[in-house]
């Protein structure tokens, strides 16, 4: 059953329907970004924008799969970052309500799309290519973002009623990186009997 229902996303139908709906979020994404991208230094912009960048990844490896291709490295940062940026929004918007903040019908946007964000990662895992060296390679791209984010303060805009807690944020946000790792490790390399091509 399961694998049935996964096999439905590795149709051509299936992927363009998913292109359909991740290059719009990607590009409102961007622009949700916009006002902090105009504030943050040059040498800063590559790592700002942390979900819709998470989307792209996985726009290009749709676009790949369209043509029968892999490319595990941009697999392996789609896979980590859709899964720690889309849970992380999720828990940053539930976050702010427990500490106060007034629910507001953007919140349960981005709370959807971004759980969405973390299952499609998910979903896909059995179509990656992942090697364990791919890994190793995110996994320095994924925590020096963290560095940048909560050292260098370029993390996400929050909640006024997180930025008291700004220390712990940035220690959930170390941690969900090393859970986003070692899912995907599970998913792609420890997990090699099931594998599921592009139809």
């Excluded at 800063?44 to 942390?50: A, K, Q, R, S």
């Excluded at 819709?52 to 726009?59: D, E, G, I, M």
């Excluded at 291709?69 to 980590?80: C, D, Q, R, T």
């Amino acid at each position: 059953m399961k694998t049935q229902i996964l096999t439905l996303f590795g149709h051509r139908l299936t992927i363009i329907l998913m292109l359909i709906i991740n290059i719009p979020g990607t590009i409102y994404g961007y622009m949700w970004y916009a006002n902090q991208l105009e504030r943050t230094p040059a040498h800063f912009l590559l790592f700002v924008p942390d979900s819709p960048t998470a989307s792209l990844f996985f726009v290009i490896v749709l676009i790949a799969f369209l043509m029968k291709k892999n490319l595990p490295l941009i697999e392996a940062l789609a896979a980590v970052t859709l899964i720690k940026y889309g849970i992380w929004a999720v828990v940053m918007n539930l976050a702010s309500f427990a500490v106060g903040a007034t629910p507001h019908w953007t919140n349960y946007m981005l709370i959807a799309s971004h759980a969405g964000m973390a299952l499609q990662a998910v979903i896909y895992a059995p179509y990656f290519r992942i090697k364990p060296w791919h890994l190793i390679v995110v996994a320095l791209w994924t925590l020096h973002n963290d560095v940048i984010d909560y050292v260098y303060m370029m993390h996400p805009g929050l909640h006024p009623y997180l930025m008291p807690y700004i220390t712990e944020v940035g220690y959930f946000t170390f941690w969900l990186s090393v859970f986003s790792l070692f899912t995907v490790y599970v998913l792609c390399i420890r997990n090699k009997t099931y594998k599921l091509n592009i139809l």
